[in-house]
């Protein structure tokens, strides 16, 4: 299979002891490319998605963002930071934003402000958006529809049929993570199955939620291989056209070209 995680968080502590060989599985397993989220972490750190990236020339890409968990605490001048950080070449999207009202680790009006910003400064920069949203289907809609971004991917998809086509009529992608082959993810595989191939994405949003077998270990990016065959199998489709045309919508979407890799 032709893989591309689309969403990871490589550049994460988890990893230090043993990256390199994480990324090596993850090529060994059909993974091309892997799509690194970078997130606000503190006064004037944005992480290491850049380092990531850097050390892996055209197998990771680089995103930029502020998560609704933590976009309450966000000094103004890492707003500007994000700005200038966000008009380089080398960032693929804006993101993760959005809004989580599932922890509400902050108050819902500063998640709904900072999720606007977030992708007016997407649609400023040219650049997709990844959207973090959990428990605020309704919020979320409107403040879409009101942005005009139509360049955005729903990450990590956890609701149902009916969620996925408001958000597919919006003109967005969809991606499903491992969540996807948890036993009681029976509507949420229905959504997979009613995704069209050109909508769909795949990821793990490691290290979070590895996929049955591996359900509470750490996630890795090899495991997006897992992902699609469940994906497929809801579908009827071989796991190959599955992942191929994930691969192919993440490549459109991030603008990651479409060498092999």
């Known amino acids: 299979m032709r893989l591309i995680d689309s969403h990871c968080h490589l ?16 090529k060994a397993a059909g993974v091309v490319k892997a799509v690194v989220v970078g997130l606000w972490r503190g006064r004037g750190d944005f992480g290491r998605a850049f380092d990531v990236a850097r050390s892996e020339p055209g197998w990771a890409f680089p995103t930029l963002g502020i998560h609704p968990h933590d976009c309450a605490g966000v000094p103004e001048e890492d707003w500007t930071r994000l700005a200038a950080l966000a008009a380089k070449p080398e960032v693929v999207a804006i993101g993760e934003t959005g809004l989580d009202y599932h922890y509400d680790h902050s108050p819902r009006a500063d998640q709904r402000a ?61 991606s499903f993570a491992g969540i996807v082959t948890f036993k009681t993810a029976g509507g949420l595989r229905e959504a997979a199955a009613a995704v069209p191939l050109g909508r769909l994405l795949l990821e793990t949003d490691s290290p979070f939620l590895a996929p049955v077998p591996l359900r509470g270990k750490r996630n890795e990016p090899a495991n997006v291989a897992l992902v699609a065959r469940q994906v497929a199998e809801v579908k009827g489709l071989p796991a190959e056209e599955v992942a191929a045309a994930a691969a192919a919508n993440a490549e459109q979407l991030f603008t990651l070209g479409s060498e092999s890799g």
């Open 11 to 26: 550049d994460g502590p988890e990893y230090d002891p043993d990256r390199a060989e994480v990324i090596a599985r993850a």
């Open 114 to 174: 900072a999720f606007e910003r977030q992708l007016d400064l997407a649609r400023r920069a040219g650049k997709p958006a990844i959207l973090h949203l959990r428990e605020a289907h309704a919020d979320a809609v409107a403040i879409l529809a009101a942005s005009g971004v139509q360049r955005a991917v729903v990450h990590c998809f956890s609701e149902d049929r009916a969620a996925a086509e408001e958000y597919l009529t919006l003109g967005l992608y969809v």
